[in-house]
């Protein structure tokens, strides 16, 4: 085996676990997020439930856009979609 055949080994080898690297991260990240949305619309239905036990309907449902919400933002993308609920209230 000549100098250039291994070195193209080498990176053919290289760029094979780079390129394996990058799905298994992608799909991680893609778990994650169903993981966090999921997680959030809990925490809204949970809220939803709190909040109304106190006789204060606040207008945020789960649907779509607050299941994108929750898994690109987390517990302050949830904070602050109260937040606008509570100014829709009371503005």
Same mark, same amino acid.
């Not at 990240?29 to 909040?51: D, E, P, Q």
């Not at 649907?63 to 929750?70: D, I, L, Q």
């Given at each position: 085996?000549?100098?250039?055949?291994?070195?193209?080994?080498?990176?053919?080898?290289?760029?094979?676990?780079?390129?394996?690297?990058?799905?298994?991260?992608? !799909?991680?990240? =893609?778990? #994650?997020?169903?993981?966090?949305?999921? /997680? @959030?619309?809990?925490? *809204?239905?949970?809220?939803?439930? +709190?909040?109304?036990?106190?006789?204060?309907?606040?207008?945020? !449902?789960?649907? =779509?856009? #607050?299941?994108?919400?929750?898994?690109? /933002? @987390?517990?302050?993308? *949830?904070?602050?979609?109260?937040? +606008?609920?509570?100014?829709?209230?009371?503005?």
């Amino acid at each position: 085996m000549t100098q250039n055949q291994l070195l193209m080994t080498i990176i053919i080898i290289s760029a094979c676990f780079f390129i394996g690297s990058l799905i298994f991260q992608q !799909g991680r990240c =893609v778990l #994650n997020g169903l993981f966090r949305g999921v /997680l @959030g619309m809990i925490v *809204i239905g949970l809220a939803n439930v +709190i909040f109304s036990g106190f006789g204060i309907l606040v207008p945020v !449902g789960i649907n =779509v856009m #607050n299941f994108a919400v929750a898994a690109l /933002l @987390g517990i302050p993308g *949830i904070v602050a979609l109260y937040g +606008i609920g509570f100014w829709q209230i009371f503005h």
